[in-house]
């Protein structure tokens, strides 16, 4: 009943996640490039998002985690209060450093090759070809290593057991970065498809559960490997074919960006959402302060 709770408590907490999510990110996706704006708004709803995506595919682990401790409860050792707690935040600080990291290189990247990711010029290529290294390294051995371990709960835990609620953190930090070296591939096509779209984080978020979660461990890391090699070569060849993808140059992309500064409070420049691969509007032509739709 302890493991049923628990698990219960994970699936609602990620479900209020999905809801914050939702509501910070609505009309916040331009598409490929979308800006990931200031890095407070940033680290808050990347964690945020964390809960979101990976407490559905988690919950095998921490409930064998929790039913490791009640044992031990229930033979009479000393058990600390909130260990499966500490756990659970060990993994979510991986994830949140692994987002740190995503941010810096997102930031410098498109601030040190802003022309060649122009979305009319290498922008499409570039998002493609991260799509199809995410489904190259599908089938790499260490993919398979790390993914084994996400899918074993009992052997990481005898293995990686610590005592005590800092050793609950260590391992939480553990299972964090095996979980970052699984799926940091699947998070990174996210970032090419649009990092902002909740329609692109409930579909990364199913495949991430669907290869931890499925008996047919194979069947599913190659169906996904298949999956975002096709959505890759679209991605680069043919964008506007992609269900559900906005062109940074669209019209929706434009909107997006006219409600990220139409809430400015005070008249502050608050570095936001339009997107980095949609290249100047000036280098089309097009007069300055004019947005498509005017």
Not at 221 to 236: E, F, H, P, Q, R
Request: hydrophobic content about 50%; proline content about 6%.
């Amino acid at each position: 009943m302890v493991q049923l709770g628990l698990v219960g408590l994970l699936l609602g907490l990620a479900a209020i996640a999905w809801v914050v999510t939702g509501d910070r990110m609505a009309g916040m996706d331009a598409g490929p490039g979308t800006d990931l704006d200031a890095l407070g708004f940033y680290v808050t709803a990347w964690v945020v998002m964390m809960a979101a995506m990976m407490f559905p595919s988690i919950w095998p682990m921490v409930a064998m985690y929790s039913r490791i401790q009640e044992g031990k409860r229930a033979r009479g050792r000393n058990v600390p209060l909130g260990p499966t707690a500490a756990f659970v935040g060990g993994y979510l600080l991986t994830w949140t450093a692994w987002g740190l990291f995503a941010y810096a290189v997102y930031e410098i990247g498109s601030s040190t090759w802003p022309d060649a990711l122009a979305w009319k010029r290498g922008g499409p290529y570039f998002a493609g070809g991260v799509v199809i290294a995410a489904a190259l390294y599908q089938l790499t051995p260490l993919k398979n290593a790390c993914l084994k371990r996400c899918r074993s709960p009992m052997m990481f835990l005898m293995n990686a057991w610590q005592p005590g609620r800092i050793g609950a953190l260590r391992m939480g930090l553990a299972h964090g970065a095996w979980c970052v070296g699984c799926c940091w591939g699947l998070m990174a096509a996210l970032f090419a498809l649009g990092v902002m779209s909740v329609g692109w984080m409930v579909f990364i978020a199913a495949l991430i559960a669907a290869e931890k979660l499925l008996p047919w461990r194979a069947l599913a890391s190659y169906g996904i490997a298949v999956l975002l090699l096709a959505m890759g070569l679209l991605v680069a060849f043919t964008p506007s074919s992609v269900p559900g993808l906005i062109l940074p140059d669209s019209p929706e992309a434009a909107r997006a960006h006219e409600m990220h500064h139409g809430s400015m409070v005070g008249g502050t420049q608050h570095h936001g959402v339009h997107s980095k691969l949609s290249g100047s509007m000036h280098d089309e032509g097009m007069p300055a302060g004019h947005m498509p739709g005017h």
